[in-house]
């Protein structure tokens, strides 16, 4: 480094004239490490910003995510996206296409569950009356025995000419009962009405009244729709 006092030639990073002692002017020109930028402190402020913004977002998220999932209504289960149904409402029956079979031990159950003395009862959709009950309940007796599939034709039938009955209380046997409700239906497809009575292949217990019938075939009936099987004997009332 030349001094610009006497001309002296220096070493390249002499800080001083090592002739005249003149201090140098300029800095050296290797030997020095580049200046280093300084942060800039408002940059890195802003990225610390953005995380605990995005941190949060995902805490409000999961919060409103575990809100909806407790509202009233929602039938859908987490685990495994299953929807929830009632499996208590019957289908819809089709007055022209008959009452399936399968379908029986519910309306039996619904009559058990409906007043002594009824007119009409609704189930899936259609409106039956007393005849109608005692003709679907007894024909599906026989059929759910005999592990027959399909559907009851739904026909009008007249009331019973005459109706009454002895039998008020007793236990009877499913092999009486079975042999009942095909003597009830097969009644009701030859003559179109109720019977008066259908009698008990038993001494002592003569008959029972249409009412008692249909009293007798919803229990068995019932307890078929909770077992799966029907019962070895009803007792009646």
């Not at 007894?138 to 059929?143: C, L």
């Not at 009701?188 to 003569?206: A, E, L, R, T």
Request: hydrophobic share 30%; glycine share 8%.
């Amino acid at each position: 480094m030349k001094c610009r006092n006497c001309g002296h030639d220096n070493d390249a990073d002499a800080a001083f004239c090592e002739e005249c002692g003149t201090k140098l002017v300029g800095e050296p020109s290797f030997g020095r490490s580049p200046p280093v930028k300084p942060k800039k402190e408002g940059s890195k402020r802003t990225n610390n910003i953005l995380i605990f913004a995005i941190i949060a977002l995902v805490i409000i998220l999961g919060i409103m995510g575990g809100i909806l999932l407790k509202l009233p209504g929602n039938s859908t289960k987490a685990a495994n996206n299953t929807t929830v149904t009632n499996s208590t409402v019957p289908p819809q029956i089709s007055l022209t296409e008959g009452f399936s079979v399968s379908e029986v031990p519910g309306l039996a159950q619904e009559i058990s569950r409906t007043e002594v003395g009824f007119t009409t009862i609704s189930y899936g959709g259609v409106t039956l009356d007393k005849n109608q009950c005692l003709y679907i309940l007894s024909r599906g007796i026989v059929m759910i025995n005999n592990a027959q599939t399909g559907n009851i034709p739904i026909n009008q039938y007249k009331n019973p000419d005459n109706a009454y009955g002895t039998v008020t209380s007793a236990t009877i046997t499913k092999t009486e009962y079975v042999d009942m409700a095909q003597r009830t239906y097969t009644w009701m497809d030859n003559n179109g009405q109720s019977p008066n009575y259908i009698g008990i292949k038993v001494s002592g217990q003569p008959d029972l009244s249409p009412d008692t019938l249909l009293n007798l075939y919803s229990k068995a009936l019932t307890q078929y729709k909770s077992t799966g099987q029907l019962p070895t004997s009803v007792t009646i009332p």
